[in-house]
């Protein structure tokens, strides 16, 4: 599964404008369900939450997870693409991955 990467201004506007928001501890994603088959990812961490390493692998993980459930939420017939912007609180001190993917998997209904 590929993901394009959300880049616009106007791409990010309209995620908060109509998206769906779902907060967990340290990470908020929010998310629009779109008509056509349209997988966009967007994150946005601040330079406080760490340093360049721990930011690119909070990235890597985050991203993973989200494929994952994708995946799953792609093979629903009724379901066609997704935007999803990913915002990371500058106070996070660790990443539980099995966590936020049993969480991620009961919020978007797989």
């Given at each position: 599964?590929e993901f394009n990467s959300l ?13 769906k928001r779902i907060n967990h ?56 693409g997704l935007w999803i912007s ?25």
């Amino acid at each position: 599964m590929e993901f394009n990467s959300l880049n616009k201004k106007s791409e990010f506007i309209e995620l908060k404008k109509f998206g769906k928001r779902i907060n967990h501890r340290f990470v908020s994603i929010t998310y629009v369900e779109k008509q056509k088959e349209d997988f966009k990812l967007g994150f946005q961490i601040s330079k406080k939450s760490g340093n360049a390493v721990f930011r690119n692998k909070l990235k890597r993980q985050i991203r993973n997870l989200i494929k994952d459930v994708c995946c799953k939420y792609k093979q629903n017939p009724s379901k066609n693409g997704l935007w999803i912007s990913v915002y990371v609180n500058p106070a996070i001190e660790k990443f539980n991955y099995s966590e936020y993917k049993s969480f991620l998997e009961k919020k978007f209904d797989l």
